[in-house]
């Protein structure tokens, strides 16, 4: 597992499950961090202050937390989907127990149906894409994108039906791509191609964090790193879910293995090289929401990396939405510089006090910052680009009472805004719930896609070209209204 000097310079590496409690108690008094046995660290990493150490414990111990309820958190996930898409499926609890008096009771179908629904789909239900918004309108590409990153939640069945017959597009696969550390899949995305637009625009949608996929938060929270020659230091999960391979990092070809199925970035890399070989006019597009976000902005990465000149001029953008932190600063300007050498467009769109952009920490002790571009919406939905959202690391006491009544402002809200801008953002019962816990944790239902993709379509426009010219600018104190 650990690196060699053709993979990375330094490195951090936490491995949660093979943490005792012996191993965890000592870390707390001791600053040399490889006498942990769960710990796997580079020289310019062996010594950690108390903060440090503090923030690994608790990660740690979040961590293997996660690991014993994994299967309980999935199995709770799986009952709940089941009972909501029953409720669903009979018009709401009172005609469910009228059903069930009539011996009527709808069932539901199968969770591999194309009309089972995910949690995330029965919180969010709008399948339509917004009419008012068309082809060559400067949000249709951010609006289209969100669509697709709330989509890929739902099983390949629901994807393909709602890609073809509600946005009356080609749907071009469902796919599960393998992870190499954990040794099994951990990776979803779907790609389909929009033939309305000019030049005909593929998009790559990678799945996010689910609600009941223990491993996912995993991910999530892990603060392991990787430093990689000339690039900077990348967040150690999204590299795994995204294909890193063991002892080896990113070799430009992997060889496919005949007893898994193949890696995220290798597979998607070559599935685009055959379809834009296919239509030498098209091009394609990366999103994602939550950790999918991270996931889509890591992709040109490792593009830059393997110099795929001839893909990376056929990349129109990426587009991410409540996207967490995936490197340091020196990520941050080596992504500048490519995305700019080839006029790469990218946006990093934040609603409100989302937690999860504000994660991992900004601050002296660990190393992550964001970089490029954030498309910043408040809870008006009012946008401007600003180049770091609003307290940046989410913990903070003097913001802790505007975001508890910007939490009861939302809930209230939620009653108003069908009335305003249409019965298309009523919200039901379900959501109102997910509001009801943000009020006791401001911002965690922010990290939902209700309020993402009411943004893209409330929210102020950011015409292309002043999009591009602000991706490729650096070390700028964005704060543009448009």
Known sequence: MACNDGFCENYLIIKPEEASFLDLFYLLFSADLEKRKFIECQEDSKEADRRRRWIIFITVVIQKILLLIAKPMAWVGLELEEWLNLLSCNGGFTKLVSNFIAGNVVTPSNQSSATFTSYVGIVDTRLNLDKSIKPGDSRYYTALSMMASKLSYENKAFVQNVVTNYWKMEFIGFYDFWNDYEQKVTTQAFIFQDRKTNPKMIMVAFRGTEPFNAYNWITDIDISWYELSGVGKIHGGFMKALGLQKKKGWPKEVAQEN????????????????????????????????????????????????????????????????????????????????????????????????????????????????????????????????????????????????????????????????????????????????????????????????????????????????????????????????
């Open 259 to 482: 007893n898994h199925t193949s890696f995220a970035y290798y597979g998607i890399r070559e599935m685009l090289k055959n379809l834009l070989q296919r239509n030498e006019q098209a091009k394609f597009i990366m999103t994602g929401h939550s950790l999918g976000g991270a996931l889509a902005i890591l992709f040109p990465m490792i593009l830059f990396l393997h110099e795929e000149t001839w893909l990376l001029e056929r990349l129109e953008g990426v587009y991410t939405f409540g996207q967490p932190r995936v490197g340091d600063q020196k990520l941050g300007e080596y992504m500048n510089k490519q995305m700019k050498l080839h006029c790469v467009r990218y946006l990093r769109s934040v609603y409100c006090n989302d937690m999860v952009p504000r994660l991992p920490l900004d601050d002296s002790t660990f190393m992550f910052k964001h970089f490029g571009p954030c498309a910043y919406y408040d809870s008006f939905y009012e946008s401007k680009i600003v180049k770091e959202e609003p307290n940046k690391n989410y913990f903070s006491v003097v913001a802790a009472i505007p975001k508890h009544l910007n939490a009861m402002w939302e809930l209230i809200r939620g009653y108003i805004i069908p009335y305003v801008e249409g019965p298309d953002y009523a919200e039901g019962w379900c959501l109102r719930l997910f509001r009801v816990v943000g009020l006791a944790i401001p911002g965690l239902s922010d990290h939902g896609t209700q309020d993402y993709v009411n943004s893209t379509r409330l929210g102020s426009s950011f015409p292309s070209l002043q999009l591009q010219d602000l991706t490729h600018q650096e070390g700028l104190e964005y704060d543009k209204n448009y």
